[in-house]
């Protein structure tokens, strides 16, 4: 169409404008990957940038849009964090975290969802991202997963935490000496 790439860039002007005003909600390209066996998890956000407020300057918009669309193969960016009781099925606030729980607040053998969100370029995909769970400095378990390119990308993985006390939910880029660490959540386990 004649006015498509006006169209295009415009729409991409405006998206930009809200991810810094209202930080990576409902935007038209996004993507989600529920997993097959887990539903979404809740709130809980640490070592992850806050939340950026106002309008972006000219230098921010062209570093969001340069990174997006040129950005392949230069990873991906893991902009929330969140512990949930559910995730929402359908509707405006479709795989939206629902009932977010206090990352102090987590009781031993109950199910929450470790929601989270990314922000990939256009085109890409990262099949190498792995979520621990780990407690007193030793691994408990591990999950894989991938993002492809969207602006907002969304995922869960569920958490049944065995005992109670400290844990840290790390999220890890590649392997060994070249693992990047993404994000990660400290939460806080307590008997019942």
Same mark, same amino acid.
Request: charged share 30%.
């Given at each position: ?78 902009? =929330? /964090? @969140? $512990? ?5 099925? !359908? ?9 977010? %729980? ?65 844990? =840290? /939910? @790390? $999220? ?5 000496? !070249? ?9 806080? %386990?307590?008997?019942?």
């Amino acid at each position: 169409m004649k006015g498509e790439p006006v169209m295009k860039m415009k729409r991409c002007l405006a998206l930009t404008a809200c991810v810094f005003l209202l930080p990576f909600a409902a935007l038209a390209q996004e993507k989600v990957a529920p997993p097959a066996e887990e539903k979404a998890a809740s709130p809980a956000r640490e070592k992850v940038a806050p939340p950026a407020t106002g309008k972006p300057t000219p230098d921010e918009a062209k570093r969001f849009l340069d990174f997006y669309y040129q950005g392949r193969g230069k990873g991906t960016v893991l902009v =929330e /964090i @969140k $512990v949930c009781k559910d995730i929402e099925p !359908e509707g405006d606030n479709k795989n939206e975290c629902v009932d977010e %729980v206090s990352p102090s607040n987590l009781v031993k053998e109950k199910s929450y969802y470790f929601w989270m969100s990314y922000l990939t370029p256009e085109n890409d995909e990262i099949n190498d991202i792995v979520v621990q769970f780990n407690q007193g400095g030793e691994t408990k378990s591990a999950k894989e997963l991938s993002v492809s390119g969207s602006i907002r990308y969304r995922t869960w993985k569920m958490f049944t935490p065995r005992s109670a006390g400290d844990w =840290e /939910i @790390k $999220v890890v880029r590649g392997k060994g000496d !070249e693992a990047e660490t993404l994000g990660s959540l400290n939460v806080k %386990v307590k008997e019942e």
